[in-house]
């Protein structure tokens, strides 16, 4: 196996770039983002066509805040990639809940597709109640950063959490963090 970014031409470049997109979208529908998709994260079996993605410490849950733009880049990295060592150029995206994600793998299983980012606990991944808990925790902070001197009160029933919890993404992204825990 070589490297991608080892590979000076293809017999079959939309094969292999084909194989490689059905690799990211079985990612997606077991709940997973590469994060760090590029040529020197793929090997290629020259002979066989198979492709094989490596490097993995980064990979995070698509719960994640930040997962639909990791999965851009993912895509975005192999489409210029393609585009500038074969000239070929793919106009294909991956959305986080396509239908195409669950088709790729439904001869991998008889049941319903395993959330292996829950297995595996990546980053951005959580469990109703784990979610909850994480939110109530973050906006009891918030909150608390926001209460004036005169000891006005907030009612927190009427804190929206998407809105708190897309503050918090900020936050955290502000801070240089992509664990959110």
């Known amino acids: 196996e070589k490297l991608l970014n080892n590979v000076a031409s293809l017999r079959h470049p939309r094969r292999t770039y084909s194989i490689i997109m059905d690799i990211v979208r079985k990612f997606v529908a077991h709940g997973l983002v590469h994060g760090d998709l590029n040529e020197f994260n793929l090997l ?11 490097d993995f410490p980064q990979m995070i849950s698509k719960q994640h805040p930040e997962a639909a733009e990791w999965l851009s880049r993912d895509v975005d990295c192999v489409k210029k990639f393609f585009k ?9 995206t991956i959305d986080l809940h396509e ?11 008889a049941s ?10 990546v980053s951005g991944c959580y469990g109703d109640d784990q979610q909850s808990a994480v939110y109530e925790r973050h906006r009891k902070e918030l909150l608390n950063s926001n209460i004036a001197d005169d000891d006005e009160t907030f009612q927190l029933q009427n804190i929206d959490l998407d809105a708190l919890w897309d503050a918090f993404a900020k936050q955290q992204k502000q801070q240089g963090h992509t664990q959110m825990s």
């Open 44 to 54: 290629l079996e020259p002979r066989s066509g198979n492709v094989t993605v490596i």
């Open 99 to 109: 239908n195409k994600a669950h088709v790729a793998v439904e001869n991998l299983t």
């Open 84 to 92: 500038k060592r074969f000239g070929k150029v793919y106009n294909e």
């Open 112 to 121: 319903k597709v395993q959330r292996l980012d829950r297995q595996l606990k």
